[in-house]
């Protein structure tokens, strides 16, 4: 019943290995199952002493790697549910954004935030606290009021933010390791249009005087910079255009200047796989994300690092970043800065503290950043820095866990649903569970 099928949506060749998207990691696996039914999902968590569900492969480290079999969900992919009146939708767990979004702005609604990119499963983004920008928006995972979870010996549960208190705050950021997520149900707000301005060139010194009036003069900003001469080379502005919210454009904003074409964030190349700019108005999914759907995000050849750190130490934090600009600078192909609300998720850097995050989107030669994230993390350790989850680091496992007070808590839920082990995977074990 449960022939190993070759995903068309993965779609690598007959016998070549399977890899993330970024390509650095090749999976201890290339048994890949791909479920087009919940039933059989079902089945093939009770057959299997060890698995892990793979999402769209966007990470970039170990934690969605296995070396016993790999599910995917991916083949259901159709809405379940839309209820207007409570303003939710139920989808599928591995439905991407970029196959979402449009069918809730066609039917008047909108999700409050987005990654840079659409092509990342809901599942997948929920799981490591994917996040966009913008200081009142939380983590993609703050949506998220209910879900349904395939457990270890194969039952499904439901979980939701209403029911279940502290029980669903430990389990929708859960690392894939409580469980097959099947379902998720999302809040949702009435459909909104967006516009994207672009100011180059912005001093540092103004960054660090008006980071907070900077950071506040949109719906969501992102600040792009390759750490040299001083200044954040792009500031991007995306705001909602509704009476009293609207960001309104001058030639010149705290030293930086209006854009006059469409940009990249890495300013030397084409910015054709980039959301419209320059105030062009669009629906909220063609804005928030800076890559569009159906072209290579970001550079598409590249490694990439994040810190979060806690909200009140951003600009000390960047400062001293831009102090190791010289051993940065030689493995980066940019650095993205961006602000995300608190929430109560026990497993989200962001748990009950607004934070900003220092990102870097480097080079793909492993040994070199290999050596360069330890710098970057003793440079940022004085300011509590946390790594993403889905992406490189090098903190020592004791200190990662160290970050997490709710961690013991959430070692007990997994052991509820997952008691023999089941979802872990050796990155699991390291940083978590060891
Ligand atoms: C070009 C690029 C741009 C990015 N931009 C951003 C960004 O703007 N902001 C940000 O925060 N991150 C960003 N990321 C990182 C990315 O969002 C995360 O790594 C995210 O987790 C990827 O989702 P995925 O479905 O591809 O996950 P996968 O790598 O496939 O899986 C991630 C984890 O989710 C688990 N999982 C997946 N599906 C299920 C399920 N149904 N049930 C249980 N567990 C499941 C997997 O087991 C694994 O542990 C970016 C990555 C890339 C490559």
Same mark, same amino acid.
């Given at each position: 019943m449960f022939a190993p099928v070759l995903s068309p949506l993965l #779609?690598? %060749? %007959?016998?070549a290995k399977l890899k993330n998207w970024a390509g650095n990691i090749e999976y201890g696996t290339d048994r890949l199952y791909s479920a087009n039914s919940i039933e059989q999902a079902q089945e093939f968590v009770r057959k299997h002493a060890r698995m892990k569900v793979l999402g769209t492969r966007h990470c970039f480290n170990h934690i969605a790697d296995s070396t016993d079999e790999f599910l995917s969900l991916r083949p259901m992919n159709k809405v379940l549910e839309l209820d207007a009146k409570a303003r939710t939708v139920t989808i599928p767990a591995n439905m991407s954004y970029g196959q979402l979004s449009p069918y809730l702005h066609e039917h008047g609604f909108a999700l409050h935030n987005l990654a840079s990119l659409p092509h990342i499963s809901v599942a997948g983004a929920i799981a490591t606290a994917t996040h966009g920008s913008g200081e009142k928006n939380g983590n993609l995972s703050t949506s998220v009021s209910a879900l349904e979870m395939i457990t270890a010996p194969g039952d499904i549960i439901t979980l939701s933010r209403k029911k279940d208190g502290e029980g669903f705050s430990g389990a929708v950021v859960a690392l894939g390791a409580l469980g097959v997520v099947t379902k998720i149900t999302l809040d949702l707000q009435p459909t909104f249009v967006m516009k994207q301005y672009v100011y180059e060139n912005l001093p540092l010194s103004q960054m660090q005087e008006h980071f907070d009036a900077i950071e506040a003069s949109g719906y969501s900003v992102s600040l792009f910079t390759d750490w040299q001469k001083k200044r954040i080379n792009e500031v991007w502005v995306k705001t909602r255009v509704e009476p009293g919210q609207e960001f309104k454009p001058t030639p010149e904003f705290f030293g930086a200047t209006l854009a006059t074409r469409n940009l990249h964030p890495? #300013? /030397?190349?084409? #910015? /054709?796989n980039c959301t419209e700019q320059m105030g062009v108005p669009g629906p909220w999914y063609e804005r928030l994300p800076h890559f569009r759907m159906g072209f290579t995000p970001s550079t598409g050849d590249e490694l990439q690092a994040e810190y979060f750190v806690p909200r009140k130490h951003a600009v000390e934090a960047i400062l001293a970043v831009e102090r190791i600009r010289d051993q940065v600078s030689p493995h980066l192909l940019i650095t993205e800065i961006r602000t995300i609300a608190a929430d109560d998720f026990w497993m989200s850097p962001c748990y009950r503290q607004n934070s900003v995050t220092i990102h870097f989107t480097l080079k793909p030669d492993w040994p070199a950043v290999s050596k360069l994230l330890p710098v970057i993390e003793r440079t940022l350790s004085p300011f509590e820095a946390c790594p993403h989850w889905g992406k490189l680091f090098t903190l020592a496992p004791e200190r990662l866990r160290a970050r997490y007070e709710k961690l013991p808590e959430f070692v007990t839920l997994s052991k509820k649903y997952d008691p023999t082990g089941k979802f872990r995977n050796d990155f699991l074990n390291t940083n978590i569970f060891s």
């Open positions: #779609a690598w %060749a %007959a016998g890495i #300013a /030397e190349l084409s #910015a /054709e």
